[in-house]
């Protein structure tokens, strides 16, 4: 289980939080939904949603104990929000929810089937899902440079046993998976990202913040050179613009489906 930093999470999120806003009005919320945010973090934008159902319900679950905490202590006040520890691959939910919604989350999951069959179980007939994260071909440069990076002689030894941290695949994979559940997709598709980050500093800043399964197999004492070898050999072939930021490719796979009534 990866470790979070709640604090450092909200500080290196901002371009998943501005992701998952920019989606957030396909969900033409009415105000009284039930909803369920799987992944939800540090709670922010769950607690964005609970403000858009004043008379409905969110709950919002994430494997992370000290993300739960965080949120909990974050957004005590809001009455109609809860916050759940739980492993989005086995929900414990029969047919609560109107809507399940999750971003930049679900590509820690290797195996998407009982996520998605979970997913369908927590659902009223007719409801539906809004899901965002990364996709076939995300940040697929630097992690090739990480890839070199871990092969040379003084990391190799950290990684004998090293896999993929990472799911990320294509509308062709995603498919099957979905209606196999018995979902009916509406929408499914990859959208391409530039993410950015003030030089080389927010670059590391972020992989301090998510790319735990790499750095917390180097001691401690080695982890800041880690970082600058992975970060100078990035910077070789993706230099910073002339307003000092660094640019990354990344790819979101958007999935929109709906639980049929007659399920």
């Not at 735990?212 to 050179?225: A, D, F, I, K, N």
Request: proline letters at 5%; aromatic letters at 12%; one cysteine or more.
């Amino acid at each position: 289980m990866n470790q979070w930093n709640p604090n450092d999470y909200q500080q290196n999120s901002s371009q998943q939080q501005k992701w998952a806003t920019e989606v957030l009005p396909r969900l033409h919320l009415k105000g009284n939904e039930r909803i369920l945010d799987i992944g939800c973090g540090d709670g922010k934008i769950t607690a964005e949603v609970a403000r858009h159902v004043p008379q409905g319900s969110v709950v919002g679950l994430d494997a992370s104990a000290e993300m739960i905490d965080f949120a909990d202590k974050q957004y005590s006040t809001i009455s109609n929000l809860r916050f759940e520890q739980g492993d989005a691959q086995s929900l414990g939910f029969h047919e609560q929810f109107d809507w399940a919604i999750s971003f930049a989350c679900l590509h820690w999951v290797i195996d998407h089937r009982p996520v998605v069959r979970g997913i369908c179980r927590a659902l009223r007939p007719g409801g539906r899902i809004l899901l965002q994260f990364g996709g076939k071909g995300n940040a697929a440069e630097v992690i090739r440079v990480a890839s070199e990076v871990i092969a040379r002689p003084q990391w190799a030894d950290y990684f004998t046993d090293f896999s993929f941290p990472w799911g990320f695949y294509s509308p062709d994979e995603y498919r099957p998976w979905l209606e196999e559940a018995g979902f009916t997709v509406t929408h499914l598709a990859l959208v391409p990202k530039d993410m950015t980050h003030e030089g080389r500093r927010g670059l590391e800043g972020w992989m301090r913040t998510t790319w735990m399964p790499y750095w917390h197999r180097v001691p401690t004492e080695l982890q800041q050179q880690f970082f600058d070898e992975i970060v100078d050999e990035y910077l070789k072939t993706h230099p910073m613009d002339a307003n000092g930021l660094v640019h990354l490719s990344m790819v979101r796979l958007e999935v929109e489906a709906v639980k049929p009534r007659n399920a």
